[in-house]
């Protein structure tokens, strides 16, 4: 069966490694905070001021003045830290992040990303996105598979305008774990009950089986 977003996330938990600087973005990858293994340690960046976010408040903890990019209330670990939003660009200009986890509508086979913007749609613009996508060496996306209509979001091109170009190394859906390769979308782990071919019928772009393909474990 297809994951959820919270499955999405445990899933993505796993590609954090001990001492590690990780940015979050907006959506599903600010979930990944909650699941990170309790013997690690890692310090989780986001682009508004902070160094050291933790797992999400629980119901009436919350504190107003302590938020994330997507000014979502956050909690902090001890010897988090706060700063203006030029320092924090520069830690991201600077190449001290070393995981960057974005959502996205569209990602291409050769690992473009479009996460900003729909024609027609109005928005408040790209954000932290172009930063990140220009300076991160390690970016793993968090998606759905298919948009509400059915249709695929892992694509041989983009259709809508790009955040970047040639980025995403790994993609976390509910269906599947996928690499971004030179020959394109290369399937690594599916999710607990999806089969090979179900994912095959939701990847419009070239998407590459080699041997059995196993289930995620999370």
Same mark, same amino acid.
């Given at each position: ?42 310090e989780f960046q986001s682009e508004n001021g902070v160094l050291g976010m933790g797992p999400f408040p629980f119901e009436g903890e919350e504190d107003a003045d ?47 990303? +479009?996460?900003?913007? =729909?024609?027609?749609? #109005?928005?408040?613009?790209?954000? @932290? $996105?172009?930063? %990140?996508?220009?300076? +991160?060496?390690?970016? =793993?996306?968090?998606? #759905?598979?298919?948009?509400?209509? @059915? $249709?695929?979001? %892992? ?26 390769t030179h020959e394109g979308f290369r399937l690594l782990e599916r999710a607990p009950g999806v089969s090979v071919e179900e994912i095959k019928a939701a990847t ?15």
């Amino acid at each position: 069966m297809a994951l959820d977003k919270t499955g999405i996330a445990k899933r993505i938990a796993k590609e954090v490694k001990d001492g590690y600087y990780v940015n979050l973005g907006i959506g599903i990858p600010t979930l990944v905070a909650n699941y990170v293994r309790d013997d690690i340690s890692v310090e989780f960046q986001s682009e508004n001021g902070v160094l050291g976010m933790g797992p999400f408040p629980f119901e009436g903890e919350e504190d107003a003045d302590i938020i994330n990019a997507g000014k979502q209330t956050i909690t902090t670990l001890p010897g988090a830290s706060f700063f203006d939003s030029a320092l924090s660009f520069s830690m991201i200009r600077g190449q001290h992040v070393q995981l960057t986890i974005l959502g996205a509508m569209e990602v291409s086979e050769n690992g473009d990303i +479009a996460n900003w913007k =729909i024609p027609g749609k #109005m928005v408040k613009g790209m954000g @932290g $996105a172009m930063d %990140l996508v220009a300076s +991160a060496d390690n970016i =793993i996306v968090a998606m #759905m598979h298919t948009n509400r209509a @059915g $249709a695929s979001k %892992l694509l041989k091109r983009c259709s809508l305008p790009l955040t970047g170009v040639g980025c995403v190394k790994k993609i976390v859906t509910n269906l599947a774990v996928l690499e971004v390769t030179h020959e394109g979308f290369r399937l690594l782990e599916r999710a607990p009950g999806v089969s090979v071919e179900e994912i095959k019928a939701a990847t419009e772009g070239t998407l590459i089986v080699a041997g059995d393909i196993p289930e995620m474990d999370i």
